[in-house]
């Protein structure tokens, strides 16, 4: 038996938990406990299915939805996005309900034709538009790449429930359904990881897409997402922190990712961090090939400072630390300062020149010449090092 979950009267979770997957987005961003895919059912004279599941989960999928309602007795479906983690089960759904009627925009019409080539019921809708169950009525608002051009909003207006489909959604797999249950930290952890991983270099779509939402003044009791925890107590939360990073507020704070062959360029990133912490600012050390990227984008996201250093191979940077800045330029954090720093033993002008190019494609402002040490630091030399952590974080400060 697989359990739904009631939310409120004639509001259930119907969605699905994989416990199983480690990574999402190619092997990019990391789910160390799982995620949901999160799908709802509104029972009204109407009854509506909102979002779908991954196609491995639709026996679970139509088995938890047939715990609360026939089947036969649903009238719509709607698809506020196209992504196959969300619509991957809607054919098995359709092969059961073949006159169900499919709710969507146009743009995701276009993306099921594609995907699942068929000649399913569509009622194509734009933002303004809305669909009256009986007490209750659902309202549209499209969301174009957030975060694929297809994306969109339902809101349930007697309800005041936003159903934001990826906007607010965390990659994380629990019992729990709700923001409440699980420690606050927790959840908004896993809020800017999500962020930063997927939605980060939309900021600028995102921000303008949310002051619309505040100009329609809709009151938001209730974010039900299509991963992770649903926000019942803390929804102003989750758009608040939306607002904030979609705007690239950040804190007196720097990320320290770097990679080394004889430590020498480890030496330095201790050093450039005691010089950091002395003039009193925040900052976090990696090592690129044993941590996370996805978690390093996560404490990027609100840190003002990127220093990245490298030690110097056949006249290159280190791949590891080419695949960290592949990911920089893919994601665009916005207003983030840089520096570089690294050692080498013959070659010392090529790579930073390299790396230099990289850094400013990925949008962040160089604000000191690079650090650079033949062999290992010397005393003398890391003391260099020292001066050049207390003179970034001086530049954080600004």
Not at 138 to 153: C, Q, V
Not at 289 to 305: F, R, T, V, Y
Request: include cysteine; glycine fraction near 6%.
């Amino acid at each position: 038996m697989f359990n739904p979950c009631k939310i409120q009267d004639n509001l259930y979770w119907v969605g699905a938990i994989d416990w199983d997957i480690r990574f999402f987005h190619g092997y990019t961003y990391t789910t160390r406990t799982g995620t949901t895919y999160n799908s709802y059912l509104l029972r009204d004279e109407k009854t509506v299915l909102i979002d779908g599941v991954h196609h491995n989960f639709s026996g679970e999928w139509i088995e938890r939805i047939s715990e609360v309602i026939d089947l036969k007795k649903i009238d719509y479906f709607i698809c506020n996005h196209i992504e196959p983690d969300h619509s991957g089960a809607i054919p098995k759904l359709m092969k059961l309900l073949p006159k169900i009627k499919i709710i969507t925009n146009q743009k995701a019409k276009e993306g099921l034709d594609k995907y699942y080539p068929n000649n399913w019921d569509f009622q194509i809708v734009k933002t303004g538009d809305t669909l009256k169950l009986g007490k209750n009525t659902l309202r549209f608002i499209e969301t174009p790449m957030i975060h694929w051009p297809d994306s969109m909003w339902t809101y349930l207006e007697q309800e005041e429930i936003l159903f934001s489909n990826d906007a607010f959604g965390q990659h994380y797999a629990s019992q729990e359904r709700f923001d409440d249950e699980v420690d606050f930290g927790l959840i908004m952890d896993e809020n800017a990881k999500y962020y930063a991983n997927i939605l980060m270099p939309l900021s600028s779509t995102i921000l303008r897409k949310l002051q619309e939402i505040q100009k329609l003044n809709l009151s938001i009791r209730m974010i039900l997402t299509s991963h992770g925890l649903n926000w019942r107590k803390y929804p102003d939360k989750a758009i608040e922190s939306y607002l904030r990073w979609a705007k690239g507020e950040s804190k007196e704070k720097v990320i320290i990712a770097y990679d080394t062959m004889w430590f020498s360029t480890e030496k330095m990133a201790t050093a450039i961090l005691e010089g950091i912490t002395a003039e009193g600012a925040r900052a976090e050390v990696y090592r690129v090939p044993i941590s996370d990227l996805s978690d390093i984008m996560k404490e990027l996201l609100d840190a003002k400072g990127l220093l990245i250093g490298s030690s110097v191979a056949n006249n290159h940077i280190l791949p590891t630390i080419t695949k960290l800045l592949a990911e920089l330029k893919s994601l665009k954090p916005l207003n983030k300062i840089g520096a570089f720093f690294g050692s080498y033993g013959w070659s010392k002008d090529a790579p930073v020149k390299e790396l230099e190019a990289e850094i400013k494609e990925a949008g962040i402002k160089l604000v000191l010449p690079p650090l650079n040490i033949k062999y290992a630091p010397s005393p003398d030399e890391l003391k260099q090092c020292f001066e050049f952590g207390r003179n970034f974080a001086i530049e954080i400060k600004k």
